[in-house]
């Protein structure tokens, strides 16, 4: 079992960069794949990016190709997602979650994911 601790977020302007973190206790983190997801003010929760154990293969969703990035650093048990020319429209909580039955596979689907941290905001002004 592991525990997921999202930081970083906060206010930020339209064209800005955040950098969230999510820090792993208990099973280390390089047993899992990592995932991030968003979730808006009466929308469903979506996937935003997600990388496999060893760092080596990523998935973004299609809003955040060239503008997010995901990276983990396992000796920190640490998953990041550095956001640039952040819009109005990313504003929403943030949460990071972990997936320990894919064989490799970056799932796209919440469910995929068993363990999730409590979120964190990001709010993007115009």
């Known amino acids: 079992q592991v525990q997921l601790v999202e930081s970083g977020g906060g206010l930020v302007q339209a064209g800005g960069s955040v950098k969230l973190s999510c820090a792993a206790s208990?099973?280390?983190?390089?047993?899992?794949?990592m995932g991030w997801f968003r979730q808006a003010p009466g929308k469903e929760r979506e996937f935003v990016a997600g990388?496999?154990?060893?760092?080596?293969?990523?998935r973004y969703a299609e809003f955040g190709k060239g503008r997010f990035t995901i990276s983990r650093d396992n000796a920190k048990n640490t998953v990041y997602l550095q956001m640039n020319s952040l819009k109005p429209e990313d504003t929403a909580v943030y949460y990071c979650?972990?997936?320990?039955?894919?064989?490799?596979?970056?799932?796209?689907?919440?469910?995929?994911?068993?363990?999730w941290g409590q979120g964190t905001q990001v709010t993007v002004s115009s």
């Open positions: 979650a972990a997936d320990s039955t894919s064989f490799g596979r970056i799932y796209s689907r919440s469910d995929e994911y068993e363990y």
């Open positions: 208990g099973r280390t983190s390089s047993s899992y794949i």
């Open positions: 990388i496999t154990r060893s760092g080596g293969t990523t």
